[in-house]
């Protein structure tokens, strides 16, 4: 008899894209069937994202109402509006590996993905705006830098900008900086002694990332300038590629292979040298830390790179823990509203952020476990910014009832999405700010 739920620890199992069966359709659409009839007859998720509404409209409003009444044909109406955040695995579904109904909602939504970009089926529109490295260093260039920043306004552009690029006109985009974060700390050097500390060496590799480093370098100097103040020695990592979230959300696998062969080398050398990895944005964490090495369940540089990647706020945890985290903040930051990062929740490590955050005296953190409703390109796209906005709007309601100093996200992108429904005129703050502004450096 088939049992709801388990007491065992849930299992991920690895992503079989290399396989035959992984691409074939009638399998795929076999398989969709199977987790959507289970999804219906659950409907524990339908809060999370719009994926499950649509899927639960699509099945009341058939003949059957049952999903036997579904048209496949209607079954990428589901899977178009998922962004791969992890929550229904990681949070609601009772019926994850190990259980016997092996449902894994967001591998089965990229696998969808997949072939329906094998298939030719993906924009330009969406290839190009997933290019985030590409589109950072055409942006970046000075002289054109301002122009992108100074047309990214303009109401009369956006509205060019979404007739041709599908970006709403309304969504909030990032600046470009042409002082990019590895060129303001290209001088930067790891030496002298180095404390170890639970797992941590003591010693940093930052994996600065596109959006660090073209879009919000400040994040990534105040990262360097909290793990100096504690002892830890920083480098950046040179010649870094992409980490693939955006082509694994599009479905590109093959880009994200090639990506990720481009990174390995750079990675296990530092690995190899005796630095931790940390990226100053979740989702790029994660990639290191999960996705890839489900892709690559094989490949034991990248199950060493796993190992040795960390969340900034894990990090500095560590190093608390061991009485080498310094407590001599200088100013208090008051009431801080923190949206939790989906990408940071399914790390499994913990809030760690909060805990670093109320090491800072007379602080209060008040958090909030709700998906902002960006991630990635979603929260932009023309056909999906109005579902984006609906999803935020809890955490936006949060926020306002908080009446917080600050508003913070480890996620910069959410944060910025958040931030503009609010419609208050503050900016939101990256926690790695907040604790440097504590410190007064």
Known sequence: MSREGSLEAPTRHPLDWKSEDFW????????????FDLCHG??????????????????????????DGVDKSDYMKV?????????????????????????????????????????????ASAKLISNTRTVGKLASIPVVVEAVNWGNKQPMLRSVIEKTLGVHRDAQLPEYHSKTATKSLKHLKADGPALVAGPTTGKVAIFVTCYGDYN????????????????????ILKKESCCGMPKLELGDLDTVEKYKEANLPILIEAVNEGFDLIAPIPSCVLMFKQELPLMFPGDEKLQAIKRAFFDPFEYLMHRHTAGLFKTDFKTELGKIAWQV????????????????????????????????????????????????RKIAKPVETRVKQADPQHFTSDCVMAGAHIAHGLGNGKEAEHPISLIRKAYGI
């Open 24 to 35: 074939n359709l009638d399998s795929l659409n076999h398989e969709l069937e199977r987790v």
């Open 42 to 67: 659950c409907r524990r998720c339908v809060s999370l994202c719009q994926s499950f509404p649509v899927l639960f409209d699509l099945v009341d409003n058939s003949s059957t109402m049952e999903v």
């Open 79 to 123: 899977v178009d509006q998922c962004y791969l955040c992890d929550l229904c695995y990681q949070t609601k579904c009772p019926y994850i590996p190990p259980h016997e109904w092996n449902i894994d909602f967001p591998h089965l939504m990229l696998r969808a993905k997949a072939i329906k970009h094998k298939n030719g089926e993906t924009s």
């Open 216 to 235: 919000h370098p400040k994040m990534v100097e105040d990262l360097v300038a909290v793990l100096q103040h504690n002892g830890v020695q920083v480098k």
């Open 341 to 388: 990062a989906c990408h940071q929740r399914v790390q499994n490590i913990g809030p760690k952020t909060r805990d670093v955050l109320n090491l800072v005296p007379n602080t209060e953190v008040i958090t909030i476990e709700r998906c902002s409703g960006h991630d990635g390109t979603y929260g932009v796209k023309k056909d999906t910014y109005a579902f984006a």
